[in-house]
């Protein structure tokens, strides 16, 4: 059990840091310190195709595909070293850490050679077609239909949360392929291009005024017959490995994230009185508390090599993180009182913290709502009984 | 870094587990509870043939080397089981003070006799402490196996002195404690003679270091085996027709405590290591732990409880073992409030 990093990874770390902040105050200094997802959109691409040009892109990858194989401490540093340089949320991460590496996992050469080094160089910018209306927590029942035509797939139905579909050029759609199944049985995975005729986006408005979001309808949209990964029914497969990756290292970049957040709760407190109320110094220490636990509960399942058993600490990421930032969200709001629910924009654009309050509501739904994550960690991490399924 | 345990770490894990598991048995630990709360023989097990007392004692002072991290996964195992040990007070806390603060001679003089298990130290702290030269007079209430003590380390906010049990001027007084597994005596020093050790300031931090990651440690062992025991229940008891466990009311209790004690976790390893490490985390990260470990212990023990329903709360079930356990270690060198208040002043400044 080792916390440091080695001489030569506190040089790589430094290489980072020099890199990314010559960036932010140079030629990108117009997106730093943004943080929502779809500020800046365009010039958000540009700064993928330029992480992409210098292989800052996935530096996990192998050097063949466009990263650097990077050792995981690496990964590590890079993914602190991004968010303390206050560089704005990834624009593909869904390309970079979905899909990328499950195409480097199930995917053919074929596709590999056609996909992963325009994902690496930032070109081809994917989203996730996964939830739908009637599929949300239980995402085996998607509806949207898959059909063979000659030598195309033909796609009809609606996919909805599909974040920053309005700006990627393809998505990946979990759609029913065989006729009349049920559950998790004959789903096929396919990669559609999103720019034809019979795909259309509608933005989702949120509650903090935003659209990250979006409906998707697949209206007779067409795909080619070897768009698929995996085989032919395998989709749910393709799907659980899909998101197995969502606990990776990016989890580090979130954190810093985080830190960001918090440390502007700490100086709002110490600008309006606030920190001297012991209420609020111990809400304050217990975010620090839980965010330090976070990095080291990311640290342990980074470093876990032991796949033969469940990982408690994997198991129990999704609702630490997700629950600590919406009561980070509550404290911002009982530090800021009631200038927090104020904001000088016209358009109902609001500040870093309160945009944290109204937000952080959505972590504990998506991915798998808090309700979701507990059955899991019963059922897989403890081993009981499984919730009996419906008939509807 | 590599925040997993390292071969022979887990080796030390199994062997502790095992030891802790198959020797500390409620019987046993329940005829120690009716004495002085210890059983008197496994310490004797623990400390000679297992050799497991020198953990985190350096290799120069006679002790086996290795670290906090190692001291952890024992008090951990220890833990699991409530085991009446005077590990805390004895090994964490007074061994300890002396190896950072006491001279050669003092080491020398003073820690085999307790790495053997011969002889049983307390740590007795009253921040009000009168010293006239070394002659000390004042009172702690709450000195965990006090009972059983035949050495003190006794520290003001600034000073640290040992002092035999039996010395003049030395009154113990064993106190009916919840926790009968540790309980506490009140130590009174009348004009008592102490010995002062060489460096006090060392002392009472490595005291505090190594006692904060000890009952951190120790509260996580107990949560683990509160859920553990509990998920054992859950699946034989039957009603309304089905095992308890499978109903989503039960299941997302037994979550929550995993999900606080995947974190108690990260917090006990993380705050050992960085003690080990000399990182500038260490001030922080005890804080965390205790804190945050003493609270999971004590919510996974209440559910615990909760979740056996009427059986849990009989003398016979060991869940009330757990439970008071778990209590004293939450107000046990300092509330979570305290350390978290500790926290808010690295990060906020004091309190205006």
Known sequence: MRLGFTQSEEQFRAE?????????AGEFADIRGITTLTEKAERRKEWEQHLGAHGWSCIGWPKEWGGRGATLAEQVIFAEEYARAGVPGRVNHIGIE?????????????????FLPDIAAGKTIFCQGFSEPGAGSDLASVRTKARLEGNE??????????????????IFVVARSEEGSKGPKGLTFLMMEIDQPGIEIRPIKQINGDAEFNETFFDGARCPADSLIGAVGDGWRVAMTLLSFERGVSTLGQQMAFRNELDGIIAAAKANGTASDPLIRQRIARAEIGLQLMRYGAMRMLSNTDHSKVDGAALTYKIQWATWRR????????????????????????GMLPNLFLYSRADTIYGGTNQIQRNLIAERGLGMPREPRGDA | ????????????AETAKAFFSENATSERTRAAMAGDGIDHALWQAFCTELGLSGIGIPESAGG???GLVELAIIAEAAGAQVAALPMLGSLALCAQAIVAGGSADQQASHLPALLSGETIAGYAHDAALKADGNALTGAAGFVAHGGAAGLFVVTSNTGAWLIAADAPGVTVTPLTTMDQTRPFARVTLNSAQGEPLANPAEAIAAAHRAGFVTVAAEGLGVAQAALDRTVAYARERVQFGRAIGSFQAYKHRLADMVVEIE?????VYWAACAVDEGSDEAALAVHAAKSFAADTAFKCAGDMIQLHGGIGFTWEHDAHLYFKRARSLQSMLGSGNWHREQVAAMILGEAA
């Open chain 1, 327 to 350: 009561n980070l969200g509550e404290l911002a709001m009982d530090v800021l009182g009631q200038a927090g629910e104020v904001t000088g924009s016209p358009e109902y654009e609001w």
């Open chain 1, 153 to 170: 797939w033909v796609v009809e139905g609606q996919k909805i949360w599909t974040s920053l579909a309005h700006i990627s050029d393809w």
């Open chain 2, 64 to 66: 086996a080397g290795l």
């Open chain 1, 16 to 24: 980072c840091a020099d890199w990314l902040n010559a960036q932010m």
């Open chain 2, 1 to 12: 870094m590599d925040f997993a345990f390292t071969d022979e770490q887990m080796m030390i």
């Open chain 1, 98 to 114: 979905l899909a990328g590496p499950t195409l480097l996992a199930l995917g053919t050469e074929e596709q590999k050679r056609r």
């Open chain 2, 263 to 267: 974190q108690a976790r990260s917090a």
